[in-house]
C-alpha cells in the first residue's frame, strides 16, 4: 500500500479505511476503529459480519447487508475460483454460518458500492454515514473507503461525539500495529 495512503488515513478526520480485493481491512484511522472494532488491520469484513454477533447487531439491515457483501465477494472473486484466500475465506464461512451457505449458492453478483451505511453504534446511537469507496493506484483492487456525513445532521454530531470518546482513549500498542506519523493510522505489517 502507497505511503500516501496511509498518511491520508491519519489526516481525514472522518472514519477511513483500507480494504483489500476480498474485504481484508489493511488499515484503518482511529476513527474507523472507534465504529467498530472489526475495522482495524487483520480483520475480514465479511468473515465478522457473519461469525461476529456484535457486529451483526449494529446493522438493522443485516440480511440485505450480508446479501450484498456477498454478491460482491463473487464480482471480486470473479474467475479466480482457485486463489488460495477465497478458496480459505469460503470454506471457513460456508462451515461457519449457515447464511453465507445460502448466499453463496444463489451465485449473484453485484458490481455495484453502498453508498451509504446504516449502523447502530452502541456508544453514539443511530448512525447514517455516506460511503466512499475510491480505487489505491498501483495496488491489486485496493480500496479506500470513507465514512462520512454532514457535520450539522445528527450523525454528524453523533460521529463527533464518537471522534472525542476515541480520542480519550488510549489504544494499547499490541491494538494498533504500526502507527502512523499523528497516530492514528494502522497498518498490518504482512498485509503489504
Not at 467498530?36 to 480483520?43: C, D, E, I, K, Q
Not at 475460483?81 to 475465506?89: G, K, P
Not at 470513507?146 to 454530531?157: F, I, K, V
Request: aromatic fraction near 4%; hydrophobic fraction near 45%.
Amino acid at each position: 500500500m502507497p505511503d500516501g495512503t496511509l498518511r491520508l488515513l491519519g489526516r481525514v478526520g472522518i472514519p477511513a479505511f483500507v480494504e483489500g480485493r476480498y474485504f481484508d481491512v489493511l488499515a484503518g484511522n482511529g476513527l474507523a476503529g472507534a465504529l467498530s472494532a472489526n475495522l482495524r488491520p487483520g480483520h475480514n469484513r465479511i468473515r465478522d459480519l457473519f461469525l461476529d454477533p456484535a457486529e451483526q447487531a449494529m446493522y438493522p439491515e443485516w440480511g440485505d447487508l450480508a446479501a450484498m457483501i456477498v454478491a460482491r465477494l463473487r464480482d471480486a472473486v470473479g474467475t479466480d475460483i482457485d486463489d488460495e484466500r477465497v478458496t480459505h475465506l469460503v470454506g471457513e464461512l460456508s462451515v461457519a454460518s449457515e447464511q453465507f451457505r445460502t448466499l453463496w449458492a444463489r451465485h449473484d453478483v453485484n458490481v455495484g458500492i453502498p453508498r451509504m451505511s446504516h449502523l447502530l453504534h452502541p456508544q453514539v446511537g443511530e448512525l447514517e454515514l455516506d460511503m466512499e469507496k475510491l480505487a489505491i493506484a498501483g495496488t491489486d483492487r485496493q480500496m479506500l473507503v470513507l465514512l462520512h456525513a454532514d457535520p450539522a445532521s445528527p450523525t454528524g454530531e453523533r460521529l463527533a461525539l464518537l471522534a472525542s470518546l476515541a480520542a480519550s482513549v488510549p489504544v494499547a500498542p499490541d491494538e494498533r500495529g504500526a502507527i502512523a506519523d499523528d497516530g492514528a493510522a494502522t497498518e498490518r505489517a504482512d498485509a503489504t
